[in-house]
């Protein structure tokens, strides 16, 4: 038997938040675009891909 104790997993912030707008929005508590509606994923997406792109400029620079 193994000790899963340091895995970590479940549903993140960002995943839950979704689940939470795209619910509100099946109930028609809120009115909002389906684009604000997954915003949370995009922005994450987006602000990862900026990150990589950072780290690549420093780390090429870096390399001279």
Do not use: E, H, Q, Y
């Amino acid at each position: 038997m193994s000790d899963n104790s340091n895995r970590s997993g479940g549903i993140g912030f960002v995943g839950l938040l979704t689940i939470v707008f795209i619910v509100l929005k099946l109930m028609k508590v809120i009115n909002w675009s389906w684009i604000w509606i997954l915003s949370p994923i995009w922005i994450l997406s987006v602000v990862l891909i900026l990150i990589c792109i950072s780290a690549l400029i420093i780390g090429k620079r870096m390399g001279k």
